[in-house]
């Protein structure tokens, strides 16, 4: 090896493994309270379960939280990292919205940008919880210009009925509501009114 290339392998910059060992300690000791500090354990959690994807077994035993849903919250830490989301920013919007809007995003097919990410915060922020992820599809989806809303207050057992015909129009359950309905409800007024039309003398 000639004096030249040694030289220049030590002006080479080290690269520096995490400590590991430190953020597993942070994580655990965020794990006794967890709730008080969402933020910080959520990215402490993901940055530990990186490195050493065992670790939320022994999370699991500090925290007594089971093991698929601390592997979601670090899903979210990363989510937060990733974006550079602030605890404060975090809070003001509400954890369960965070959440909402970090699913959605992970089930994207490429990675949002900073400058969309922002609108998606801010479309979060202005809208419940509930209504949320039909939202941030519709925002997702290309413009077909003015939107309208529709607002159904039906009996259980009417609900009931209405649900299993968007279901069966293409609709899919997830969680406590129903993804592509909107889809669904246009092609069911479709079949009705081409029935009707079929009908008509």
Known sequence: ??????????????????????????????????????????????????????????????????????????????FLADYSITEEQAERIGWTKIQIVARHVANQPERISQHAMQAKLGIAARTPAHALPAALEAQDAPSQGPLRSVLLRLPAEQYADVEAALIACGAEPRGKGLVGKEDALVQLAQYFLDKSDRAAP
């Open 1 to 78: 090896m000639g004096a030249f290339e040694m030289q220049e392998r030590q002006m080479l910059p080290v690269q520096h493994k995490p400590d590991v060992a430190r953020l597993q300690q942070e994580a655990l000791a965020l794990a006794a309270k967890p709730t008080k500090s969402f933020h910080a354990f959520a990215r402490a959690l993901w940055a530990a379960h990186s490195n050493d994807p065992t670790f939320l077994y022994e999370v699991e035993r500090v925290a007594g939280v089971k093991r698929r849903t601390l592997f979601y919250l670090s899903k979210v830490g990363g």
